[in-house]
């Protein structure tokens, strides 16, 4: 069985750029969530995808956007980058059906904005 | 809303020491509750979870109790190690519709146990 990748590991952009990074589920799940860790704070909800269509989504602008494929892998994209941008940004894949809200994480992307 | 707080950190311990981390959730229904393990330079691990009332979750030696009464999920261990040196995650769940659910985590607790 494999587990959630990211990818790439470490990028690093400029302010105003755009950036995707790219998440790949663990076997079986259907549904990728996407959070935001700034340095030395818990993760934040950006959005999840299920079955190719956005399922909810926390306070973040809509320069943060995503995709999900037939595969159930995923992308992040952010436009317009800003300073604040800079984060571990982490992906969770978990499966429709379950009632305990278990997700598993990716190792992560750090995203660093100059 | 659904929040998470837990006590700030850091907590510095000796090895063998005892180890609690405080946990409190707002009580929206009664959601999953989780505790996730960040070792430096990686992502998260589920360490524990619990899906109900008075339910214990426990691994590798952490167990955590879900207290509906308090709304709490402390996490405990009797006896830490080195190697437990980490930031530690209290978490629950949220539903987001279509069987699918959103987490909300804590600021993280770093635990640093000395030799």
């Known amino acids: 069985e494999t587990g959630v990748t990211q990818s790439p590991t470490h990028l690093i952009k400029t302010r105003g750029q755009q950036v995707t990074l790219r998440c790949s589920s663990q076997?079986?799940?259907?549904?990728v969530s996407w959070y935001q860790q700034a340095l030395g704070q818990g993760p934040q909800f950006i959005f999840q995808?299920?079955?190719?269509?956005?399922?909810g989504r926390g306070n973040f602008p809509p320069r943060f956007s995503g995709l999900q494929f037939p595969n159930y892998s995923s992308e992040l994209n952010v436009n317009a980058l800003e300073l604040d941008d800079s984060a571990l940004y982490l992906c969770?894949?978990?499966?429709?059906?379950?009632?305990?809200?278990?997700?598993?994480f990716g190792p992560g992307t750090r995203l660093t904005v100059t | 809303g659904n929040s998470v707080t837990q006590m700030e950190g850091p907590v510095t311990l000796s090895e063998e020491a005892f180890l609690t981390i405080n946990c409190t959730y707002t009580?929206?229904?009664?959601?999953?509750l989780f505790w996730y393990v960040q070792y430096p330079g990686e992502g998260l691990q589920l360490l524990l979870k619990?899906?109900?009332?008075?339910d214990k979750g426990s691994n590798k030696g952490f167990e955590a109790t879900y207290r509906k009464e308090t709304t709490s999920f402390h996490l405990e261990k009797g006896s830490v190690q080195v190697s437990d040196s980490a930031v530690y995650f209290c978490a629950r769940a949220a539903y987001s519709g279509a069987g699918s659910y959103q987490l909300t985590f804590g600021k993280g607790t770093k635990l640093s146990v000395i030799p």
């Open positions: 969770a894949s978990s499966s429709d059906g379950k009632i305990n809200g278990e997700q598993y």
């Open positions: 009580a929206t229904g009664y959601p999953s």
């Open positions: 619990a899906t109900k009332a008075d």
């Open positions: 995808y299920y079955r190719e269509e956005e399922n």
């Open positions: 076997s079986g799940h259907n549904t």
